[in-house]
């Protein structure tokens, strides 16, 4: 791989990576829109249309046509998939603590999210949001196929893969975790959920690096959105992130809080260890990926 250098191919490689996450959301807006007109038209015929999956089909439209889209640009330049986006088996025990990861990183974020005073304008604003994609009505066995499957393979592919593709060019490991992360964040919108998702998106981008293997983000991916599709899913799943939290609940969640940040570090230093790419965080990444497996 060509590795660029200088202020000019810097901007040039981040603006690479933006594509797909752009698209991405291109994508979701025209396929809202069909939706839109589709529903608009059956309503005119008369007919009934079951809202309940509406989102959750919306999205998995748009993701499907998004990574689709990767893999014709990476075919396009006569290269090969698996190469390009990394598609290598990381070994059974690194893909278990990738989704152990995945759901302690989940439980760390709602602890802090529980404890930490936001502002209320924007946890009502983060309620909106989640109860709109998760409509009333809306098939478990769909919101966890969809949210706590297809979403974390479409979203590595587009949105850490794709762009880290563009960014390993011009910028070290560390510096295109951190963009990476950050561009993963805002593709989120909402201003809640780019604060939480911010370290999320980075950890995945270092996972990313350490493992040379775009299975491996996509476990923990799995693990953090499976988990919360599942408790979404169940009668009790249902918690409303602006409760007000008695003294007791508070020290449930500060507890909480500690115990699932120590256990992320944890497996973090466990994965970083290891890491199958020696590479300093401020070097750029290697010309070749290693082909080795680690078990």
């Not at 640009?73 to 059974?92: D, F, H, M, S």
């Not at 983060?126 to 297809?150: H, K, R």
Request: charged share 10%; proline share 4%.
């Amino acid at each position: 791989m060509e590795r660029r250098s200088g202020a000019k191919n810097k901007v040039i490689s981040l603006l690479f990576a933006l594509i797909f996450p752009a698209g991405y959301l291109l994508s979701q807006v025209i396929v809202s829109f069909i939706a839109a007109f589709c529903i608009a038209m059956a309503a005119l015929a008369g007919w009934k249309v079951d809202m309940g999956n509406l989102t959750l089909i919306v999205t998995a439209v748009s993701g499907v046509l998004t990574a689709a889209a990767a893999v014709l640009t990476i075919k396009l330049r006569r290269q090969k998939v698996r190469t390009e986006l990394r598609v290598r088996n990381p070994g059974a025990v690194t893909l278990v603590l990738a989704l152990v990861l995945g759901v302690s990183m989940n439980l760390a974020s709602s602890a802090l999210i529980s404890i930490i005073p936001f502002p209320d304008w924007m946890v009502n604003s983060y309620n909106e949001q989640v109860s709109n994609a998760l409509l009333e009505g809306s098939s478990p066995v769909l919101m966890i196929c969809v949210v706590g499957v297809l979403v974390p393979i479409v979203e590595e592919i587009c949105l850490r893969a794709m762009p880290l593709r563009a960014l390993r060019r011009a910028y070290p490991a560390a510096a295109a975790a951190v963009i990476g992360g950050a561009i993963f964040a805002l593709i989120h919108g909402n201003p809640l959920q780019i604060i939480y998702v911010l370290p999320v998106g980075i950890i995945l981008c270092f996972v990313y690096i350490w493992t040379e293997s775009v299975i491996a983000t996509i476990a923990l991916h799995i693990g953090y959105n499976g988990f919360s599709a599942i408790m979404s899913a169940l009668p009790s799943g249902d918690i409303d992130a602006s409760a007000a939290l008695t003294e007791d609940m508070t020290g449930l969640y500060v507890g909480m809080a500690i115990a699932f940040t120590a256990i992320t570090a944890v497996l973090l230093v466990i994965m970083y260890r290891r890491r199958v790419v020696m590479v300093p965080v401020w070097n750029n990444f290697p010309e070749n990926s290693s082909n080795n497996s680690v078990q």
